[in-house]
């Protein structure tokens, strides 16, 4: 199948001047209906324009849902294991570009390299996982009650799939949403989070170059309910994936069960993380500083709450305090930064916002709490790691998402305290407990409300072949990941097929 040039937007960009990227719809480069555009800035620098893309309106999906429909009918008879092909190319190109997407990713969002190539690799990962599934994409063979009948059930396409992502994982999360429901046969239509649309653009652009048909994938860029809305509510979009903040789940979920789409949310979390008196402190510490400032803490499974038994409590404080603050923070272009900018300037206000809370609550700070403006972090959306304890469970900074490089550590008498001050909370996506006791971490992996629980890890490193997600309000019980997103882009058609040449009854027709 052709690819229908995703290789360079039509108006090229020079040293002085960004690239302008149009919509892709259809295969072919779109201005958008408002004649409006918005620049990509880079959060570490923000001098530094990074591109410009189109900000789009109803319109604009509604061209990108046609097209997507269009394609619908001609992708849906590819066979799946052809279409896993494709899928299989864009990997090995996403390989070959990783070094050059890591780079434009970490420009356009902040976080350093060797995380943002972890990025890339998630969708390689992705990739080489959903191309597996062309070939297999199981359903029950099973026996049917009645003599002489075949019976089974297989997997059917949607239809037009549209996805909303976030900016924290800008190619690893599109990677979760467009390759399993690819390789089931849908058609799709993205829009990226403003703040990262080129992440996206790079993904969508090997996808094209291995063969992916116009019209099969389809990218509208633009800001939230201006792109969003008209996709949750347009009837031709069967399936909504929302990947963002609770408060947006909520408008997502509700205004796509009015025309029944099928709609997988997956939205905030507060992380706990648990450290017993038994653990191996050096392993938590090390543990706890990756998952509380890897990302500048802008991960939905970031360890944003360390939960840790009396009598380590001290202890792990002075360390970790100690440990925290030589953190180097800095552009994620130097490959000695540990921890990049936040996103934007209303979410480093977020995070500084929590620190007043937290501190007007009555938290101890024992490190940070402020911006970084001197020198070269004037440009950028810089803050220190920043460390609070002695914090309440009942306070604010323990119950509430700050998505920003702030952890509350607070104290726990025992396991079962611990759980409790773990669970007490409106979030369930991951979890984690560092003990050496085999019996508290089985019973810890029974107890922790959250999709997911690690042992003697962070709350962060899933792995793409693995159910993704959470309970309470973090979603809305799909996973993405594994099988679990297979089953989220595929319906089931049940198949009967009567061989005995008479008219039999199911439930009727029983042996005397
Ligand atoms: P957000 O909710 O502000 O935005 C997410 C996406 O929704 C963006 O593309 C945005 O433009 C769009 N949007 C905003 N308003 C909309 C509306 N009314 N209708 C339709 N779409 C709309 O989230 P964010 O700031 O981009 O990302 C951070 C949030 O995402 C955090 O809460 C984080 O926990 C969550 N997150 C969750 C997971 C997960 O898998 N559970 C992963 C990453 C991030």
Same mark, same amino acid.
């Given at each position: 199948?052709?690819?229908?040039?995703?290789?360079?937007?039509?108006?090229?960009?020079?040293?002085?001047?960004?690239?302008?990227?149009?919509?892709?719809?259809?295969?072919?480069?779109?201005?958008?209906?408002?004649?409006?555009?918005?620049?990509?800035?880079?959060?570490?620098?923000?001098?530094?324009?990074?591109?410009?893309?189109?900000?789009?309106?109803?319109?604009?999906?509604?061209?990108?849902?046609?097209?997507?429909?269009?394609?619908?009918?001609?992708?849906?008879?590819?066979?799946?294991?052809?279409?896993?092909?494709?899928?299989?190319?864009?990997?090995?190109?996403?390989?070959?570009?990783?070094?050059?997407?890591?780079?434009?990713?970490?420009?356009?969002?902040?976080?350093?390299?060797?995380?943002?190539?972890?990025?890339?690799?998630?969708?390689?990962?992705?990739?080489?996982?959903?191309?597996?599934?062309?070939?297999?994409?199981?359903?029950?063979?099973?026996?049917?009650?009645?003599?002489?009948?075949?019976?089974?059930?297989?997997?059917?396409?949607?239809?037009?799939?549209?996805?909303?992502?976030?900016?924290?994982?800008?190619?690893?999360?599109?990677?979760?949403?467009?390759?399993?429901?690819?390789?089931?046969?849908?058609?799709?239509?993205?829009?990226?989070?403003?703040?990262?649309?080129?992440?996206?653009?790079?993904?969508?652009?090997?996808?094209?170059?291995?063969?992916?048909?116009?019209?099969?994938?389809?990218?509208?860029?633009?800001?939230?309910?201006?792109?969003?809305?008209?996709?949750?509510?347009?009837?031709?979009?069967?399936?909504?994936?929302?990947?963002?903040?609770?408060?947006?789940?909520?408008?997502?979920?509700?205004?796509?069960?009015?025309?029944?789409?099928?709609?997988?949310?997956?939205?905030?979390?507060?992380?706990?993380?648990?450290?017993?008196?038994?653990?191996?402190?050096?392993?938590?510490?090390?543990?706890?500083?990756?998952?509380?400032?890897?990302?500048?803490?802008?991960?939905?499974?970031?360890?944003? %709450?360390?939960?840790?038994?009396?009598?380590? /409590? !001290?202890? *792990?404080? @002075?360390?970790? #305090?100690?440990?925290?603050?030589?953190? +180097?923070?800095?552009?994620?272009?130097?490959?000695?930064?540990?921890?990049?900018?936040?996103?934007?300037?209303?979410?480093?206000?977020?995070?500084?916002?929590?620190?007043?809370?937290?501190?007007?609550?009555?938290?101890?700070?024992?490190?940070?709490?402020? %911006?970084?403006?001197?020198?070269?972090?004037? /440009? !950028?959306? *810089?803050? @220190?790691?920043? #460390?609070?304890?002695?914090?309440?469970? +009942?306070?604010?900074?323990?119950?509430?998402?700050?998505?920003?490089?702030?952890?509350?550590?607070?104290?726990?008498?025992?396991?079962?305290?611990?759980?409790?001050?773990?669970?007490?909370?409106?979030?369930?996506?991951?979890?984690?407990?560092?003990?050496?006791?085999?019996?508290?971490?089985?019973?810890?992996?029974?107890?922790?409300?959250?999709?997911?629980?690690?042992?003697?890890?962070?709350?962060?490193?899933?792995?793409?072949?693995?159910?993704?997600?959470?309970?309470?309000?973090?979603?809305?019980?799909?996973?993405?990941?594994?099988?679990?997103?297979?089953?989220?882009?595929?319906?089931?058609?049940?198949?009967?097929?009567?061989?005995?040449?008479?008219?039999?009854?199911?439930?009727?027709?029983?042996?005397?």
């Amino acid at each position: 199948m052709a690819t229908d040039t995703l290789t360079a937007p039509t108006i090229m960009g020079t040293a002085s001047r960004p690239k302008v990227y149009k919509n892709f719809i259809d295969g072919e480069w779109v201005e958008s209906s408002t004649g409006e555009t918005f620049e990509d800035r880079n959060p570490a620098d923000t001098r530094d324009v990074v591109a410009i893309f189109q900000k789009s309106g109803k319109a604009d999906v509604d061209a990108a849902v046609d097209a997507a429909k269009r394609a619908f009918a001609k992708w849906r008879l590819v066979p799946a294991p052809r279409r896993a092909e494709m899928i299989y190319g864009a990997a090995e190109l996403l390989i070959e570009r990783k070094e050059e997407y890591a780079r434009d990713m970490t420009r356009e969002m902040g976080k350093v390299l060797k995380e943002t190539r972890g990025d890339v690799q998630e969708a390689i990962d992705s990739a080489y996982y959903n191309a597996g599934e062309g070939r297999r994409m199981f359903g029950p063979t099973t026996p049917s009650e009645l003599p002489n009948k075949f019976a089974m059930a297989v997997r059917t396409p949607i239809g037009v799939c549209g996805m909303i992502t976030p900016w924290n994982f800008p190619m690893a999360i599109p990677s979760w949403k467009l390759l399993p429901a690819l390789v089931c046969g849908n058609t799709c239509v993205i829009k990226p989070a403003q703040d990262t649309p080129l992440s996206t653009f790079n993904l969508v652009r090997s996808l094209a170059d291995a063969g992916v048909p116009r019209g099969v994938i389809n990218i509208v860029t633009g800001f939230g309910s201006a792109v969003g809305t008209p996709m949750t509510e347009h009837p031709d979009i069967r399936a909504i994936s929302l990947t963002g903040s609770t408060e947006v789940g909520r408008i997502v979920g509700t205004s796509a069960a009015k025309s029944f789409k099928h709609c997988s949310l997956e939205l905030g979390g507060k992380n706990p993380m648990i450290v017993l008196d038994d653990a191996n402190l050096d392993l938590a510490i090390e543990g706890g500083l990756w998952g509380g400032f890897g990302t500048t803490g802008q991960r939905c499974t970031a360890t944003s %709450r360390i939960i840790v038994q009396k009598g380590v /409590y !001290g202890e *792990f404080i @002075e360390r970790y #305090v100690e440990r925290a603050k030589r953190l +180097k923070v800095g552009n994620g272009l130097d490959e000695s930064t540990d921890m990049g900018p936040a996103i934007n300037e209303s979410q480093l206000n977020t995070d500084l916002k929590y620190v007043e809370i937290a501190r007007s609550e009555g938290a101890k700070l024992k490190c940070g709490g402020n %911006r970084l403006d001197k020198g070269d972090f004037q /440009y !950028g959306y *810089f803050m @220190e790691p920043t #460390v609070f304890v002695d914090v309440d469970p +009942k306070m604010r900074i323990a119950r509430e998402e700050v998505f920003g490089p702030v952890v509350a550590i607070m104290a726990c008498e025992n396991l079962e305290n611990a759980i409790e001050i773990a669970n007490d909370i409106e979030y369930g996506l991951s979890s984690s407990l560092y003990t050496r006791d085999v019996n508290k971490a089985f019973s810890a992996i029974r107890d922790l409300e959250a999709g997911i629980t690690y042992i003697n890890a962070p709350t962060i490193g899933a792995e793409v072949h693995l159910p993704f997600g959470g309970v309470k309000a973090t979603g809305n019980g799909h996973r993405e990941g594994g099988i679990g997103a297979i089953d989220f882009y595929s319906e089931w058609k049940s198949v009967y097929v009567d061989y005995s040449d008479r008219l039999q009854k199911a439930q009727i027709d029983r042996p005397e």
